[in-house]
C-alpha cells in the first residue's frame, strides 16, 4: 500500500533524507527505529505533508497514487494519519467539535455524507470504551493544558475515529509511563487488521513489547541501513546504536 | 512555503457580500454643513422647537471643538464640508404601515437578509430599518405595544413621546462629550428609541439594521434605550453600506439607561464596508456608546462582533452609578488588509459593590493595525468593587499589528482589578494539525478564530450567532491560504 523509492528530503537545504526504500504491504506492521537526528520524524513528516520540507528526489505511492503530489489534507483522505509526536493546542475550539469536522471533511473528500450528531455521538461512545477516554477530555479544549500522556492518548483516540489505512506514529511512546504505553498500543492493536498499515516510529524498544512489529527498520544518517525481523529490535535495545553505527561505518570504510 | 511565501502571508481576494447599490431617487440635502443645514434637518422632520435648540446648540459647540487625534489610527483629513449631511430616500410620503413600504427597499433588505415581512421574519426578533438618514419601518410594533414597550424610530419618538425624549437624551452622552457626538447631536436625523416599562421582560430581541446606501452621504444615527426599574431587553444593530472609492462618514450615539434592577444586553454586529484591498474607500465608523447602571443592582451589557469600517474608533462604555450594578463589555474586532480599529471600553465605577467584566478579542491579518484601548475607573467611594479585564490578540501573519493600552485608575483599597493580556499567532503548526486530519487550510483558519473568539460569540443571542461565525470566517477569508 506503500512504496516509497529511493527518498531524498530536507529542510532548508540541509539534506536529512538520504535514499530511503521502504514498502509496506496491507495488514503490516513496520518499525523504524534509529538514534537521534537520524531522520525518524523527518520521514513521518514528509509523508504527511509538511510544507517545511523540501522533497529533492524519489518517489512515494500510496495505495496507487502520487503520495507526494497530494495536499496534506488530501493525504489525510485518501487514509494516511499521522499521530504527532508534539500535538499542537487550539484554544476554545472543543475536542469533539475538531474531531466531528475532521470526520466530516474525511467523509467530504470521498464524497460521502456527513456523519450526523447521534450517529457521531454513538461512534465516539463507541471508541471511548475502547480507548478508555473521559469524556471531560474530549470537551476540553484541544490539547489545552493536557498532560502529554492526555495529548498522546487523544491523538490515538483521533485514530481510531478516523480509521485510517495507513497510521503512521511519530515516537508516540516518548515521554509516557508505562501504563499510557498499554492503552495507546491498544488502540494500534485494534486498528490492526488485514487491511491495514502501521509505521511506528520510535526510539525505544520497549513500546514494542506491545505493539509487536512483523519488521523493525533501523535509520541511520537517513537511509535504512539494517532492516530484519522484531528481533531486530530486541538486539537494538541490548547492544545500543553504537553497534549499527560501528557495523555502518565497517561497511563505510571497507 | 515552496514558492517563498508563508501561506499565512498570502492574501487573496474576497467580495464584501453588501456591497450593492439600490437604485433609488432620495431626497438630499446639499452639500456641507451650516446652521442652514441643521435647521434644514430638524424642519424635515418637522422637530418642535426644543429640539431645533438642542441641535443648533450641539452645532455650536462642535465649531469650537477639534478632532480628537489620541487613537492609533491614521486617516487623511475629512472635508466636513463635502458631506451630505441628510438623504432619505423617496417614497409614497410616510408610510403608515409596513405594507407601503417602496418595494425597492423592501428588497433592499431582504437582500441583506432582513425580511419586513412580519410573518416572514424569526419570530423572536422585532426590527426597526434605517437606510441613509431615515427609519423606513419598524416590525411588531403592534405587539410589543401591548406589554408597553415603546419601539420606534427616533423621529417618531420626538413627536409621539416628548416628554421621554426630553427627559433621558443626551443625560448619558452630553452633547459636548466629543467631536463626533456634538456633530451627531447637530445633525442626526434618524435612529432607534426603545422604551420598556417597569418591570416588564421584553419578549423578543429588538434590533436596528442600519443601511447607508446613498453616494457621498454620512450616516449620523441616534439610538436611545431606557429600561424601567425591572425590566429587561436584549437588542442588537447589524449594519451594511455598498461598496464605493470615497471613504464615507459613519457617526453614531448610543445611550442607555438602566434603571433598578433593569437589564440591558446589547450587540452590535457591525459588517460597514471596509474598503479594498489597497485600502481604498471603506466607512470611517466614529461611535459614541453608552450606558449608565443608574439603579441599583442593574446591569448594562455590550457585545461587539466589529469586522467591518475602514476606520473603527468605538469604546462602549459604562457608568456603573448604582450600588452592586454591574457592567460587561465583549469584544471582537476583525481587521483585515488595510483596516485600522481602535476599540475597547470605559468602565467608571461610581457606586458600591459595583463590578466590571471585559473581555476583548482582537484578530488582526494582512496590513491591518487593531488596538484595545480601556479605562478602568473606580472612585473613592466605589468600595468593594471588582474588576476583571482580559484582552487577547490574534495575529495572521507578521504585517499587521496589534496594541493594548488599558489605563486602570483606582481610588479605594478595598476594590479589586485585574487585568490579562495575550498576544498569540496563528501557526503553520496549528494549520498543518488540522490538514493532516483531513481539514483544508480555510476551515482550519475559521475553527481557529471562532475558537478564539468563543467566549465573546457565546454572549450573542442564539439567532445572531452563527451568522455572526460566519461573518468572522469570511472576513479573513483569503487571509490565509
Redesign the interface.
Known sequence: MLRIQNLHAGIEGKNILNGINLEIKPGEVHAIMGPNGSGKSTLASVL?????Y?VTDGSVEFLGKDLLDM???A???EGL??A?QY??E????STV???K??VN??RK?RGEEPMDAVAFLKLMKEKMALMDIEKSLLTR??NEGFSGGEKKRNEIF?MVM?EPKLAILDETDSGLDIDAIRIVANGVNKLRNKENGILVVTHYQRLLDYIIPDFVHVLYNGRIVKSGPKELALELEEKGYDFIRNEVNVEETA | MNDGLSTIERTVSTDYKYGFVTDIEADEAPRGINEGIVRFISAKKNEPEWMLEWRLKAYRQWLKMEQPNWANIKYGPIDYQDIIYYSAPKQKANAKSLDEIDPELRRTFERLGISLDEQKRLSGVAVDAVIDSVSIGTTFKKQLSELGIIFCSMSEAIQEHPMLVQKYLSSVVPITDNYFAALNSAVFSDGSFCYIPKGVRCPMELSTYFRINAENTGQFERTLIVAEEGSYVSYLEGCTAPMRDENQLHAAVVELIALDNAEIKYSTVQNWYPGDKQGKGGIYNFVTKRGICQGVNSKISWTQVETGSAITWKYPSVILKGDNSTGEFYSVAVTNNHQQADTGTKMQHLGKNTKSRIVSKGISAGFSNNSYRGLVHVSKKASNSRNFSQCDSLLLGDKCGANTFPYIEVRNNSSVVEHEATTSKIGEDQIFYCNQRGIDTETAVALIINGFAKEVMNQLPMEFAVEAQKLLAISLEGSVG
Request: net charge negative; charged share 20%; no cysteine.
Open positions: 504527511a505533508g509538511r510544507k517545511d523540501e495536499s496534506p489534507e493525504r489525510a483522505g494519519f499521522l504527532f500535538p499542537v487550539i484554544p476554545g475550539l467539535n475538531f474531531i469536522t475532521a471533511e474525511i473528500y479544549s484541544l483521533q478516523l
